[in-house]
T-cell receptor, first 112, second 114 residues
Framework: KQEVTQIPAALSVPEGENLVLNCSFT??????LQWFRQDPGKGLTSLLL?????REQTSGRLNASLDKSSGRSTLYIAASQPGDSATYLC???????????FGKGTTLSVSS | DADVTQTPRNRITKTGKRIMLECSQT?????MYWYRQDPGLGLRLIYY???????NKGEISDGYSVSRQAQAKFSLSLESAIPNQTALYFC?????????????FGPGTRLTVT
């Protein structure tokens, strides 16, 4: 059974720092991997999608990498801002497209 | 207008009541999903549907039922609500034709069962 783990569970940084959020998964037979952002009590905003054949994707200050063989993905946030404060969720999609398996998230706090 | 909408956005109900959560999408996607989110547990899949005639149970389907009324509509029912079904519920869609498998989420329904 696929399990997704995100470390750390919480992270506090001062504004301007570059930071890395980690995601690991137990079964490398994934179809894709998505990173989401969730503000408190709100819905999920898709940030980046990486296909299993890709190594990384970039959007603005965000860069996500994927190493399928080692079961790891990272989300790099450059020059963090207070507006980046949110919970970041990693989710892996299986080959059949039946579901996303989510990690429990990393709650990021960026102080000004 | 949002591509994936959920109604109601918030609902408080009593133990034993039947309640329906509705999801509509304008993305034209065949695949639709229902997830629930609990603090500390992340999101878990309740049911998914690949088209109107193809409905499947997910990880935590006990106590729930679904109806796919049309390609654009997928409803989740709690036949007899209980307090541990208090959670944030999300509907999602994806388009298998696009090959990306990306899922698009609605804004969520916060359900409280007292």
């Amino acid at each position: 059974k696929q399990e997704v783990t995100q470390i750390p569970a919480a992270l506090s940084v001062p504004e301007g720092e570059n930071l890395v959020l980690n995601c690991s998964f137990t079964d490398s037979a994934i179809y894709n991997l998505q990173w989401f952002r969730q503000d408190p009590g709100k819905g999920l905003t898709s940030l980046l999608l990486i296909q299993s054949s890709q190594r990384e994707q970039t959007s603005g200050r965000l860069n996500a990498s994927l190493d399928k063989s080692s079961g790891r993905s990272t989300l790099y946030i450059a020059a963090s801002q207070p507006g980046d404060s949110a919970t970041y969720l990693c989710a892996v999609g299986d080959q059949a497209g039946t579901a996303l398996i989510f990690g429990k998230g990393t709650t990021l706090s960026v102080s000004s | 207008d949002a591509d994936v909408t959920q109604t109601p956005r918030n609902r408080i109900t009593k133990t034993g009541k039947r309640i329906m959560l509705e999801c509509s999408q304008t993305k034209g996607h065949d695949r639709m999903y229902w997830y629930r989110q609990d603090p500390g547990l992340g999101l878990r899949l309740i049911y998914y549907s690949f088209d109107v005639k193809d409905i499947n149970k997910g990880e935590i389907s006990d106590g729930y039922s679904v109806s796919r009324q049309a390609q654009a509509k997928f409803s989740l029912s709690l036949e007899s609500a209980i307090p541990n079904q208090t959670a944030l519920y999300f509907c999602a869609t994806s388009d298998p034709r696009g090959y990306s498998g990306e899922q698009y989420f609605g804004p969520g329904t916060r359900l409280t069962v007292t």
